[in-house]
Nanobody, 123 residues
């Protein structure tokens, strides 16, 4: 079972990035996928989640309207499109899989985790 997050980098405030989370070794279609982030000295924060069934999504208030999550079942990949980035979005971003397939913002509900990708928003 493997989740590989990628797409992070350095971007100026107001810019955009698209993160990818590619899954392998498990039945990707049956899992909900979540994105979390953790900034230095701060607790891990749930950002978004996409369900396994109908692709419905939930977002944290801090990113609602700026971030969009989607999944490509053919590629076993989930994407996080991040627009209008702010310095406070700087963090390591992680994707995780929830075997129950349901939407959740509780990190304890997620069974598998990727290695994280660094996002830095700075001028």
């Amino acid at each position: 079972v493997q989740l590989q997050a990628s797409g992070g980098g350095l971007v100026q405030p107001g810019g955009s990035l698209r993160l990818s989370c590619r899954a392998s070794g498990f039945a990707f279609d049956y899992y909900a996928i979540g994105w979390f982030r953790q900034a230095p000295g701060k607790e891990r924060e749930a950002i978004s989640c996409i369900s396994s069934s109908d692709g419905s999504t939930i977002y944290a208030d801090s990113v609602k309207g700026r971030f969009t999550m989607s999944r490509d079942r053919a590629e076993n990949t989930v994407y996080l499109q991040m627009n209008s980035l702010k310095p406070e979005d700087t963090a390591v971003y992680y994707c995780a899989a929830n075997v129950g397939g349901y939407l959740s913002s509780d990190s304890r509900r997620f069974d598998y985790w990727g290695q994280g990708t660094q996002v830095t928003v700075s001028s």
